[in-house]
């Protein structure tokens, strides 16, 4: 099991104090992030060291995985490059398919968390199809989408209108027209002792 206290002499034990901190008054909170695949891209490097480290600091943290085939993933392929300002265009099929596992991963999950984190288009429908019940849902957007296709962005727009917040890595990347209550900016900054994290908060 990852320790965050094993991070002491790369980040400095003051960051590892202040992730304890912080964390105090979050022991036992109920937290599921939600990706697309357990291996084989950035997110799923991120989560497979975030979990384990989000337990040793109290909270109840799970990741869950969506289930879907070939035909989805091609779907999202194509969304993914089109919220990259990519020229693609979603046929009335491929959207279809995208609603269809979206709405069977939703009927899916329904156990009961406090904070729902769902990262990049693969799983932002969930929340639309499947409710909010009590928790707050908030949307990890790990890619560039300060000029998103307009036809893609379109169909996924509507579904963002309900979440509590959003996360980008730069400013840049908030669409202009974004729905979202709040959104957080967490970056990296090259620091004279190392990297640090940034965070930036713009009220929705």
């Known amino acids: 099991m990852r320790r965050v206290d094993s991070y002491g002499i790369s980040a400095g034990s ?3 104090e202040r992730l304890v901190m ?3 008054p979050l022991q036992d909170l109920r937290i599921a992030h939600i990706s697309a695949t357990p291996f084989g891209g950035g997110v799923a490097e991120i989560l497979s060291s975030e979990i384990p480290l989000l337990r040793n600091l109290g909270l109840k943290a799970d990741w869950k995985i969506i289930s879907a085939d070939e035909s989805f993933f091609s779907v999202t392929k194509k969304i993914h490059n ?3 300002g990519g020229s693609h265009f979603l046929t009335q099929k491929e959207k279809e398919t995208y609603i269809d596992v979206s709405q069977a991963n939703a009927q899916l999950f329904d156990e009961e968390y406090d904070v729902v984190v769902v990262h990049d288009p693969q799983p932002l429908a969930l929340l639309d199809l499947g409710g909010k019940r009590s928790a707050r849902w908030i949307w990890r957007c790990h890619i560039d989408s300060s ?8 169909f996924l727009r ?3 209108s309900d979440y ?6 730069l400013p840049d990347f908030v669409p202009a ?3 979202s209550r709040r959104v957080e900016l967490i970056g990296l900054l090259q620091m004279h002792r190392g990297v640090r994290a940034r ?3 713009y009220p929705g």
């Open 14 to 16: 003051e960051a590892v």
């Open 22 to 24: 912080l964390a105090a």
């Open 82 to 84: 089109g919220i990259q």
């Open 147 to 154: 000029q998103p296709n307009a036809d893609v962005w379109a």
């Open 158 to 160: 509507p579904y963002l």
């Open 164 to 169: 509590d917040a959003a996360v980008f890595t």
């Open 177 to 179: 027209d974004f729905l």
């Open 199 to 201: 965070v930036a908060r």
